[in-house]
């Protein structure tokens, strides 16, 4: 079974807004960290923000005011509400978990910002 799965990536145009999905399979426990990174073409990949158990979440610079990262523990999920949205947000979007020592990658989902 895929473990982390991701949706919500798609064509969008240039100020709009995007919500990005990820659900962690329910055999995986005491999740400590839930993020997304992304990886545009060229680039090496980025955190773009990532949410804890024990603390603030964290964003990414280029992000921040924009993107909002939220988490339901109940449901193992993450969500990355995604606004105002630019051509330089152009990337493939991961998924990223850490349980104990074991961290997770999602396949990545193509968010493509483009007029």
């Known amino acids: 079974q895929v473990q982390l799965v991701e949706s919500g990536g798609g064509l969008v145009q240039p100020g709009g807004s995007l919500r990005l999905s990820c659900a962690a399979s329910?055999?995986?426990?005491?999740?400590?960290?839930m993020a997304w990174y992304r990886q545009a073409p060229g680039k090496q990949r980025e955190m773009v923000a990532q949410?804890?158990?024990?603390?603030?979440?964290r964003y990414a610079d280029s992000v921040k005011g924009r993107f909002s990262i939220s988490r339901d523990i109940g449901k193992k999920s993450v969500y990355l509400q995604m606004g105002r949205l630019q051509p330089e947000d152009t990337a493939v979007y991961y998924c990223?978990?850490?349980?104990?020592?074991?961290?997770?990658w999602g396949q990545g989902t193509q968010v493509t910002v483009s007029s």
């Open positions: 990223y978990a850490v349980s104990g020592e074991t961290a997770y």
């Open positions: 329910a055999d995986i426990r005491n999740i400590l960290i």
């Open positions: 949410s804890t158990t024990v603390a603030p979440p």
